[in-house]
């Protein structure tokens, strides 16, 4: 089997749709009410949405990587610039999902060093990351790669605010340099 990660480009719109869309579900499932989950579908969380607002991105400069086996997209993540005035980095990991069907193999790791890499090579020093506060996954994943926990706050989802976590590399040289 062949594993590629490459940057995103148009025509990867659906693949990175379908992850989006499962990888939430998978994800917050446990944190997120099952009626809050079954109520995005119908609030821009389809997988028809979803492809719409990727196509959107991939048209424009985005920071986006996949990770491809087979043709077949089973990850994705994007950074750009902090959009967080109050917390001190100038970069930010906006988005990072693999599909449930492709963990533990390693995926994560190497789309988080992709953004890391690319943030460098663009001018960035360090990085952000928001996470639900319930989500430990999220956090052993961000703490084994070198995050540091930096403040609280809260997401809303559906009308209702849940607690969240940003996490920081305070320098992305480290990270961007390890081998993936």
């Known amino acids: 089997m062949s594993l ?8 990867d719109e659906r ?11 998978d994800a917050y499932a446990g944190i997120l009410p099952v009626e809050t989950l079954d109520a995005q579908r119908h609030r821009g969380f389809s997988y028809e949405k979803r492809e719409e607002m990727w196509a959107k991105i991939l048209a ?39 599909h449930p069907t492709a963990h533990r193999r ?13 943030l460098v090579s663009r001018g960035f020093a360090s990085m952000a990351v928001w996470f639900f506060q319930d989500n430990e996954n999220a956090r052993a994943f961000y703490r084994a790669h070198g995050a540091e926990f930096f403040c ?29």
């Open 15 to 25: 693949g990175i749709a379908r992850v989006h869309v499962d990888a939430w579900r």
């Open 152 to 180: 609280s706050s809260s997401y809303e989802v559906g009308g209702v605010d849940y607690p969240d976590e940003c996490s920081i590399w305070r320098s992305l040289e480290s990270l961007a340099a390890a081998p993936s």
């Open 106 to 118: 390693g995926l994560g790791t190497a789309l988080l060093k992709a953004v890391a890499r690319d």
């Open 60 to 98: 424009g400069e985005h920071g986006t990587f996949v990770a491809v086996e087979n043709g077949k997209v089973l990850g994705f993540a994007s950074g750009g610039a902090n959009r967080a005035e109050d917390v001190p980095c100038d970069g930010e990991l906006t988005a990072i999902y693999v």
């Open 4 to 11: 590629t990660i490459r940057p995103a480009t148009s025509g």
